[in-house]
T-cell receptor, first 107, second 112 residues
């Protein structure tokens, strides 16, 4: 039973585009929703996180949008760069991760 | 501040053997969690330790075990290795009550 569903599996955008990655969860007890970025050969690194009492959070070029009633949240990357090419994971609370999205930003 | 360190970084074992992986958390972090990462299953939670006690456990067989020492360092053990145990094993540390996790680089285990 997958607690957090993430889509798409992979995403290719041009430099400057705005990739959007979506996640959905079932358990309403979850109260912390982080996004992680992982480069090949490295462990995941926390990118940005949100609590369910907030509908949007921005940190630099990264924005989380959160819809509590729909139990969905998404990551937007503004002005994407080739250096953003990585795998992105959404998560809920501490131990529940989405399957990951491999993002490729073409120059 | 030094990050989370994991040793060894790479390991090759054969079926039936056992293996022990080590994790040193960030100084001051008392919670350590372990994850298995595979291309097909993504990141799956193994267990979490806090103050030398297992606080949470994922859905893995009893062949997977762990422990935490008084200095917060943690080890995980896998006995009777199977081919399907080949994976990247990640350790993450966090403050006692914090959800923010900091991951180590992982140990790549290959079972032949």
């Amino acid at each position: 039973q997958q607690q957090v569903k993430q889509s798409p599996q992979s995403l290719i955008v041009q430099k400057g585009g705005i990739p959007i990655i979506n996640c959905a969860y079932e358990n309403t007890a979850f109260d912390y929703f982080p996004w992680y970025q992982q480069f090949p050969g490295k462990g995941p690194a926390l990118l940005i996180a949100i609590r369910p009492d907030v509908s949007e959070k921005k940190e630099g070029r990264f924005t989380i949008s959160f819809n509590k009633s729909a139990k969905q949240f998404s990551l937007h990357i503004m002005d994407s760069q080739p250096g953003d090419s990585a795998t992105y994971f959404c998560a809920a609370s501490k131990g529940f991760f989405g399957a990951g999205t491999r993002l490729t930003v073409k120059p | 501040k030094a990050g989370v360190t994991q040793t060894p970084r790479y390991l090759i074992k054969t079926r039936g053997q056992q293996v022990t992986l080590s994790c040193s958390p960030i100084s001051g972090h008392r919670s350590v969690s372990w994850y298995q990462q595979t291309p097909g299953q993504g990141l799956q939670f193994l267990f979490e330790y806090f103050s030398e006690t297992q606080r949470n456990k994922g859905n893995f067989p009893g062949r997977f075990s762990g422990r935490q020492f008084s200095n917060s360092r943690s080890e995980m053990n896998v006995s009777t290795l199977e081919l399907g145990d080949s994976a990247l094993y990640l350790c993450a540390s966090s403050l006692a009550k914090g959800f923010e996790q900091f991951f180590g680089p992982g140990t790549r285990l290959t079972v032949l």
